[in-house]
C-alpha cells in the first residue's frame, strides 16, 4: 500500500513539475513513476507492489474475459427458438475469507450475465447463487472455483 502511494505521490510531483494538470499528464507520471519505483524496488522493499498488480491485472483481464464469454452464451440461449433451461438457485462453498474477497466474488459473478449471488450465509462459508441454466451446478461451481475465486485469492494474498 505504501508503495501505491508513493507512486500517486510521484504522479502528483510530476504533474506539479510539468505545470500541466490533464488527466493524460497524470496517468503518464504514474507511468513514470511506477518504472522509477520498479528500478530501485528492492532498495525500497517494494517488489510485492509489482507482483500483485500483475496479479490484479489477470484478474481484470480475466473477468472481462468471462464477461464477454458468458454474455455470448446468454445471448445465444435468448435467441435460441427452443430455450431448454433448467434455472435454479445453487450453494457455493468459499474458501475465501476476508469480507472484501466475498464481496468481490459476490459482485463478479452478478455482474457477468446468466448468473447472481442471491444471498451470503451468516457464517460467510456459502454463497448462493441464481443461474438461468443450472442444468450442471458443479461444472458452474468449478468454473467459479477456478476463476474468480482463485484469481481473487492470489491477487490479494
Request: proline content about 3%; charged content about 20%.
Amino acid at each position: 500500500m505504501t508503495m501505491l502511494l508513493l507512486n500517486l505521490v510521484l504522479a502528483i510531483v510530476w504533474v506539479a513539475v510539468t505545470g500541466s494538470a490533464s488527466l493524460h499528464n497524470l496517468v503518464f507520471g504514474f507511468v513514470i513513476g511506477a518504472i522509477s519505483l520498479a528500478l530501485v524496488r528492492h532498495q525500497v522493499g517494494g517488489a510485492g507492489y509489482f507482483s500483485r498488480a500483475r496479479r490484479i491485472t489477470a484478474l481484470i483481464l480475466a473477468f472481462l474475459y468471462d464477461l464477454m464469454a458468458s454474455a455470448w452464451s446468454v445471448a445465444k440461449l435468448v435467441c435460441s427458438p427452443r430455450m431448454e433451461l433448467k434455472p435454479g438457485i445453487f450453494r457455493f462453498e468459499l474458501s475465501l475469507e476476508r469480507d472484501f474477497e466475498i464481496v468481490l466474488l459476490a459482485n463478479m459473478i452478478t455482474l457477468t450475465p446468466g448468473t447472481l449471488t442471491v444471498d451470503v450465509s451468516d457464517d460467510k462459508k456459502y454463497l448462493f447463487i441464481h443461474a438461468i441454466d443450472c442444468s450442471d451446478p458443479d461444472g458452474i461451481r468449478r468454473d467459479i472455483a477456478n476463476g474468480f475465486e482463485r484469481k481473487i485469492r492470489e491477487a490479494f494474498a
